[in-house]
Antibody
Framework: EVQLLESGGGLVQPGGSLRLSCAAS????????LTWVRQAPGMGLEWVST????????FYADSVKGRFTISRDNSQSTIHLEMNDLRAEDTAIYYC??????????????WGQGTLVSVSS | VLTQSPATLSLSPGERATLSCRAS??????LAWYQQRPGQAPRLLIY???SRASGIPARFSGSGSGTDFTLTISSLEPEDFAVYYC?????FGPGTKVEIK
C-alpha cells in the first residue's frame, strides 16, 4: 500500500522559515515525481511544487518561487519543502502527493493527510 | 487556467450530477478529477479524462477532450456530497460543491 506521511507543520511568524517533510513507502520511490499541494482555510487546492523522480527537475508556483525549495532524498524515500520568508498567505494545509509520472505533470494519487502551516504574529 | 461550473450543484440522493471543467487551452489529455469530503484529503476519482481510479465506484465517469471535460455521477449516494476539483498539469479548477437539496 502506498503511504505518504507529512510532518513539520506548525505556527511561525511572518518572515520565518519552516521545513516540511514527506516520508513515502509502498512504491519504487525514485520512479515517481512527488508534489506539494496546499489548501488555505476554506479555499480550493493550489499546486505548490513538484520534484521529478531523479530530483533533477524542480518546478514551482509563481507564488512561492524564490522562497520555497523542494528536494528529495531517494535513499530515505523522503521529500522536503524548505519554506523561507513566510507570509500570512502561505497559511494552509500542505499535502504531499505522488505523481503518476516520473517527470511530473501527471495526476496525483494518493495524498497524505496533510500538515498545517500557520503564519501569524 | 481551469474553470469549473457550476460553482454549486444542489441535488437529491439518486439524482444525476453533471460537472463541467474547461481548460483555457488544449494540450493535455491528463485531465483528472478529485473528490474532497470535509476534513479529508482529496481523493483521485478519474485520470486521463475518462479512466476510473482504483476502487472508485462505476457511478463515477469522466468524458471529454481538448478543452471541455465532464464528470458525471449517475446516481448520487449520500457519501457523494462533497467538493470536486479538476486538475491538469500544475493547475486546479476552483471546485464544484455538490450539496444536498
Amino acid at each position: 500500500e502506498v503511504q505518504l506521511l507529512e510532518s513539520g507543520g506548525g505556527l511561525v511568524q511572518p518572515g520565518g522559515s519552516l521545513r516540511l517533510s514527506c516520508a513515502a513507502s509502498g512504491f519504487t520511490f525514485n520512479n515517481y515525481a512527488l508534489t506539494w499541494v496546499r489548501q488555505a482555510p476554506g479555499m480550493g487546492l493550489e499546486w505548490v511544487s513538484t520534484i521529478s523522480g531523479s530530483g533533477g527537475g524542480t518546478f514551482y508556483a509563481d507564488s512561492v518561487k524564490g522562497r520555497f525549495t523542494i528536494s528529495r532524498d531517494n535513499s530515505q524515500s523522503t521529500i522536503h519543502l524548505e519554506m523561507n520568508d513566510l507570509r500570512a498567505e502561505d497559511t494552509a494545509i500542505y499535502y504531499c502527493t505522488k505523481d503518476s509520472h516520473k517527470t511530473g505533470k501527471g495526476w496525483f494519487d494518493p495524498w497524505g493527510q496533510g500538515t498545517l502551516v500557520s503564519v501569524s504574529s | 487556467v481551469l474553470t469549473q461550473s457550476p460553482a454549486t450543484l444542489s441535488l437529491s440522493p439518486g439524482e444525476r450530477a453533471t460537472l463541467s471543467c474547461r481548460a483555457s487551452q488544449s494540450g493535455s489529455s491528463y485531465l483528472a478529477w478529485y473528490q474532497q469530503r470535509p476534513g479529508q484529503a482529496p481523493r483521485l476519482l478519474i485520470y486521463a479524462a475518462s479512466s476510473r481510479a482504483s476502487g472508485i465506484p462505476a457511478r463515477f465517469s469522466g468524458s471529454g477532450s481538448g478543452t471541455d471535460f465532464t464528470l458525471t455521477i449517475s446516481s448520487l449516494e449520500p457519501e457523494d456530497f462533497a467538493v470536486y476539483y479538476c486538475q491538469q498539469r500544475g493547475a486546479f479548477g476552483p471546485g464544484t460543491k455538490v450539496e444536498i437539496k
